[in-house]
């Protein structure tokens, strides 16, 4: 049997260089519902399945925000907490611009420029996550701890 083999994108790059061990994962996009068919095809629950927004605050500044796959972001909150007046879901074109990887494929890791990263706090109690590595269909299995580690997120309290 042929061994499965992995893209290397820039996110796995990164990940490599700090040292950090992550187990990989390929599945079918699910292009309406990646969170959620990520979910289903590992036979995990969608609570693991982090998913990496981009969003704007109100001046056009880009951020990450870290949110489990079953919750949706309190823009509202995430506003409040930041302390900008409001903060919206950035369009595809700008999302790509800001972290070089394309919807349905965006990693926190290994973006192309620094942005602020922002994780619901509850995600980093969790032993184990799995998070998009990358590539549309590419996931990646790693420790909050590591994620903790190499991302340095901001805490924050914004999931409804």
């Given at each position: 049997m042929a061994k499965l083999k992995f893209p290397v994108t820039a996110a796995i790059r990164a990940l490599r260089e700090e040292g950090i061990s992550?187990?990989?994962h390929a599945c079918k996009y699910h292009?309406?519902?990646v969170a959620v068919g990520t979910a289903e095809e590992l036979?995990?629950?969608?609570?693991?399945v982090i998913k990496t927004l981009v969003m704007e605050d109100d001046r056009g500044s880009p951020l990450i925000i870290l949110m489990h796959g079953d919750n949706q972001v309190s823009t509202k909150d995430l506003a409040r907490t930041i302390g900008v007046k409001s903060v919206q879901a950035?369009?595809?074109e700008a999302a790509q611009k800001h972290t070089g990887y394309v919807i349905g494929g965006i990693s926190p890791f290994g973006l192309r420029k620094s942005l602020?990263?922002?994780v619901?706090?509850?995600?980093?109690r969790l032993p184990r996550l799995f998070i998009n590595g990358g590539k549309r269909g590419f996931t990646i299995e790693i420790s909050s701890e590591d994620l903790a580690r190499i991302l340095n997120?901001?805490?924050?309290?914004?999931?409804r």
């Open positions: 992550f187990v990989e292009e309406n519902e036979g995990i629950d969608l609570h693991l950035a369009s595809h602020p990263i922002y619901e706090a509850s995600i980093l997120p901001m805490p924050v309290n914004v999931a």
